[in-house]
């Protein structure tokens, strides 16, 4: 089945003769591993026609089907997001934010126009079962733009398949004692925070908290979506004008909780399918296109001090190598945490005892512009250590 469907994408023009396929756009992906003996229990959770929809999200109610076990109880949960679009359109920022909490971030294939083009994305989304148990909202923030040149819609169906649980496919986690907080503002239109400048929010967990992890989102955005080709400020005027942006090409996404330092990621370089050469993405998309990776941090280690029942801020913000750190405009970031409680409802004890987490990493922009006339040779390198260590 699926590869009927790459060949399918491979050979649109053997199709086009006649004149009856739709291209079948495709990110190349690992099926979830979900039980597929299990009963399924499938529901709808929107059918929307993004057209001019900036700043107007698809927000719609979930209520938790009962009819494969009680909610939350299931093997596996997973969503399915088909969408058809026909005409001309640049690529687009997709945003699914659930009770809340961001659980996706995808982006859509730029159409052909004519016969069209269709995509299918089958998302694991087991790891949130917490969040479905309960009923709630669910926000699609797809900001397509419809003027003179562009006239590509995105129609778009969301389904959600709960796999019930049995002894040979028990129940996902352990959903009581797991619950999702969220590291983004907006809870109403899904808007996620722009950096810079950096984006704060303070957060309580609960005393007998005994797992914390952090998931990330960070895209890049305008002058920051292809931040690994911008330019030390330093050597910029060392290239033609306006031949590339500065900033330079290295960026670290910073998890601060009070202002320290708890955690970092290196983000992925995700092309989208208007990038670089666009025709290179069709039928078949760039890692991350429909999927936007992630990135976890662990924050167990930091426990010890959040687990004084008071709020404490947690802070993302994208860093440069450059001297002031600054980056330009703009990354779109969000974040959950992830809370793992003991069931005992005991207050979590222990001690920071040593906590080295220097503000930024050591960066070298050793700026060796070896230059004969025509070349720049730009290295910039960065090294980061994080060294936590508690007694319990
Ligand atoms: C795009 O969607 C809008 C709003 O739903 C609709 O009015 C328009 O006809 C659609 N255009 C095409 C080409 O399907
Ligand atoms: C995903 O949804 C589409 C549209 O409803 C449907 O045609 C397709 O069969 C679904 N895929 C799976 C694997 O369920
Ligand atoms: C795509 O849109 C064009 C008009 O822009 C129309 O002629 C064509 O029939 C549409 N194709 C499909 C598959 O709907
Ligand atoms: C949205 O945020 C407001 C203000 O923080 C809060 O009062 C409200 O309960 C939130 N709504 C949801 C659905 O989370
Ligand atoms: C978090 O709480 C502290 C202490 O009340 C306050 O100074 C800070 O401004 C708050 N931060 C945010 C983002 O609300
Ligand atoms: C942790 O530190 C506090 C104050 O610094 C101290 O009172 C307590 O005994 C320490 N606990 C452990 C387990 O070291
Ligand atoms: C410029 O120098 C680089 C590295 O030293 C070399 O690879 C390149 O061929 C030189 N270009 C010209 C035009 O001489
Ligand atoms: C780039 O700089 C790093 C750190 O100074 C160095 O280890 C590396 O060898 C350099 N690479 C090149 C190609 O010059």
């Not at 009770?99 to 989304?125: A, C, F, L, M």
């Not at 797809?142 to 129940?171: C, K, R, W």
């Amino acid at each position: 089945m699926i590869l009927q469907l790459v060949w399918t994408g491979l050979l649109p023009a053997l199709f086009s003769l006649s004149r009856a396929a739709v291209l079948v756009d495709f990110q190349v992906a690992q099926p979830p591993p979900v039980p597929q003996d299990a009963k399924q229990c499938t529901i709808q959770v929107f059918e929307r026609v993004f057209a001019f929809s900036f700043g107007d999200a698809e927000v719609v109610n979930y209520t938790p089907p009962t009819d494969c076990g009680e909610p939350g109880s299931w093997a596996a949960v997973t969503l399915n997001f088909t969408v058809t679009s026909n005409g001309t359109q640049f690529d687009r920022l997709g945003i699914l934010t659930f009770q809340n909490v961001e659980i996706w971030r995808t982006s859509t294939p730029e159409p052909t126009r004519g016969d069209g083009i269709i995509w299918e994305y089958i998302k694991d989304v087991t790891r949130f079962t917490p969040l479905f148990a309960e009923p709630g909202t669910f926000i699609m923030q797809l900001d397509n733009l419809i003027q003179t040149g562009l006239d590509g819609n995105y129609s778009t169906v969301m389904h959600a398949t709960f796999y019930e649980s049995s002894p040979e496919h028990p129940t996902a986690g352990q959903a009581s004692e797991r619950y999702h907080s969220s590291l983004d503002v907006a809870n109403d239109t899904g808007n996620d925070a722009s950096v810079p400048p950096a984006f704060s929010i303070n957060v309580t967990i609960p005393q007998n908290t005994v797992e914390l992890y952090a998931e990330l989102f960070a895209s890049g955005n305008g002058q920051e979506e292809f931040w690994y080709f911008n330019v030390p400020n330093d050597n910029i005027d060392d290239l033609p004008p306006g031949f590339a942006l500065g900033g330079g090409p290295f960026r670290e996404v910073r998890l601060l909780i009070d202002g320290q330092v708890a955690g970092v990621a290196f983000p992925y370089a995700t092309i989208f399918t208007g990038g670089i050469v666009p025709t290179a993405w069709r039928p078949i998309t760039s890692y991350g296109a429909l999927d936007l990776p992630t990135y976890f941090l662990d924050l167990t280690p930091f426990i010890p001090a959040l687990v004084d029942g008071e709020a404490h801020e947690y802070t993302i913000d994208v860093i440069s190598a450059e001297q002031d750190h600054t980056i330009l405009q703009n990354w779109f970031v969000s974040g959950l945490l992830q809370v793992v409680t003991d069931p005992s409802g005991a207050p979590t004890t222990g001690n920071i005892t040593s906590l080295s987490a220097d503000p930024f990493p050591v960066t070298t922009s050793t700026a060796q512009t070896r230059r004969n006339g025509s070349d720049v040779i730009i290295n910039v390198s960065a090294t980061r250590t994080i060294h936590v260590e508690l007694t319990s």
